[in-house]
Every structure is written in structure tokens, then in C-alpha cells.
């Protein structure tokens, strides 16, 4: 099953004239927007980001992404990062570099900031950073749990990149 969130969240008429509280007690548009993607994530299970490249991906700069992954961080969903190949073989350079290498991915991964992420519309930038702003921690806790999501990613590429090392050997390496 796959999940594509631009087709499951109308976000027009979601947010169309909302305005975003911190109050329980008040029902927005936005609130509603939250309630709605965690209920397809839940349902779903499962998100696969596909990213165009590791090293400051776009993704990474568009507020609905990031809120998409922080909530699906936040509701333990597993959450996959796809790449291009040529990306994924960039990646694995950089691992294989050594200190220095493993320095520059960080230094691009954890270039992660919400409160300068942008929206198509701005009326949806507003729209989800208010609902940010609502949330425990603000726009440091969403960063922190993205960048948490993103070292767990990686995490996982070294280790498949260990186990085809172990496999396959060195001379015939790919990470997909």
C-alpha cells in the first residue's frame, strides 16, 4: 500500500481561513490537520521519504515534510528514506571517507530547521508552524526528533553497507 500525502490530506481545505490555537479546548483547522495525518499514519504504518539527494536534501526544506516526519517519528512510525542511486552511492563515498566523510554528512543532515522551512503557499508555511509552535518544544523539538529520524536512516546504511561488505566484498559494493 502506498500512502502519497498530497492525495490523501486536501491541505487547501483543511487550512482554507483556519487559524492555529494552543488551547484544547478550541477546534482549528489545523488541529484538525494534525488529527488527520496521524490517523493516516497510523492506518498506513508506514512512510518512505523519498529524498533527491543526502546531502541537503529538499526535502528537508519544505515545512510539510518536516511535519510529516516529525509526526510520524512521534507516533513511532518507521519512517524509510529512498534515494536516487547515484545518491546512495554518493552517501556510502562519504561513509567510506572516514571521519572526515562521516563529518560532512552530519554537517548536512542536521542542517534541519523548521522554522525557516517554507510552503508553496504561504498561508500553509503560517498554517503548520502555528500548529509547530503548539507543540511541546516548539520548532528545537520537531528539529531534534527529525535529525533523530535521519541518524537512525543513516544508522541503517552503514549497516547494510557492512552487510554486502561481509557478502559480497568490497570489490562489487552498492547500497540500493
Known amino acids: 500500500f ?3 500525502c498530497f492525495f490523501q490530506n486536501n491541505q ?3 487550512l482554507r481561513g483556519s487559524t492555529a490555537y494552543c488551547e484544547p479546548h478550541v477546534q482549528s483547522d489545523t488541529q484538525s490537520l494534525g488529527d488527520i495525518f496521524q490517523s493516516n499514519l ?3 504504518g508506514k512512510v518512505i521519504a523519498l529524498l533527491d539527494d543526502w546531502d541537503e536534501p529538499l526535502y528537508l526544506t519544505r515545512i510539510w515534510t518536516v511535519f510529516e516526519q516529525f509526526t510520524a517519528v512521534e507516533l513511532g512510525i518507521p519512517v524509510e528514506m529512498i534515494l536516487f542511486p547515484s545518491a546512495s ?3 556510502i563515498k562519504e561513509i567510506r ?3 572526515t566523510g562521516i563529518r560532512r554528512l552530519r554537517q548536512s543532515l542536521m542542517k534541519v530547521n523548521s522554522e525557516s522551512a517554507r510552503a508553496y503557499l504561504q498561508s500553509d508555511e503560517e498554517e503548520v508552524k502555528s500548529l509547530i509552535r503548539c507543540t511541546r518544544g516548539g520548532f528545537a523539538y520537531v528539529d531534534s526528533r527529525v535529525k533523530e529520524s535521519l541518524v537512525n536512516w543513516v544508522g541503517r546504511q552503514v549497516s547494510a553497507y557492512m552487510d554486502q561488505l ?3 566484498g568490497d570489490a562489487h559494493l552498492s547500497i540500493s
Do not use: D, F, P, T
Open 2 to 4: 502506498l500512502y502519497m
Open 42 to 44: 497510523r492506518r498506513i
Open 97 to 99: 571517507e572516514g571521519a
Open 166 to 168: 561481509v557478502k559480497v
Open 89 to 91: 552511492q554518493s552517501l
Open 12 to 14: 487547501y481545505r483543511i
